[in-house]
């Protein structure tokens, strides 16, 4: 597919289809709208405070390869891999394919090994200075470290009780870096070498998406999730959401329970 397609740019958009953001985002009126119709236009920008990486230098990678972790988990890592391309989110090539292009640079994968859930395929981009030289072009207001416990505790004393008990619900967004597409050509230098494989020549997975090992992939998500966020709540506060199609029997079926209980009651006293 790579050399029936026309150009680079032409092989990712077959791969990894449209952007999951929306057109417009320019008008939002959020701060983060122009960055992140940028974003939607022509991906995450991928860009260094040093030089392009040489032939030489691309070859000495690829020949130490990737991390032990990853070659224990070489099944799982191919498994993976497979169903990422399947969804668009990487495409696996072998490294002479993607050697001469200028912007290639290399990472090895490696794997993060967890307490009752599957191994973490994680891409190494502080091995060899990636993240070091990466420009800081994502929005870093967007990270809030270390004040969570404060705004959630804050949140939950100033609750209007009036509402009922607080309840606190965390969700974990299944492949949510993957939703943020990168700039294509430039999705190159955050290319992963990929254990060996019996009868096949040395595999490269270039990201299509934001990575997990990538400086610049939490500020750029929560550049999306808080801009989410920020619409909600300012939604929220000016409107109530309209009634639920069932609250009228959910009603009903209060009163009924409320009924009951007080009869209950009384023969019990009785």
Partial sequence: KLRSARDWESFVAQQRGGSHLQPGLEHLGHPAGTYLASVHKHGVPVQFDDEPWTLERKDEAAARGCHHSARLHAEFIAQEMIEFAQDG?????PYHEVRSFPETRLSPAQIKVERDRKPRFIADHSFWGLNEHTLPLAYKD?????GALHHLLYSIRHANLAFGPVRVMKL???????RVHLRPRQALALSVLLPEYEGLPQLVAVPLALTMGWINSPPTFTSVSETICDLANHSLYKRHAAPHRLEGLASIQRSEERRVGKECLRLCRS
Wanted: no cysteine; charged share 20%; proline share 0%.
């Fill in 89 to 93: 989110h990487w495409v696996i090539l």
């Fill in 142 to 146: 967007s990270m809030q470290f270390g």
């Fill in 172 to 178: 974990d967004l299944k492949d949510g870096f993957y």
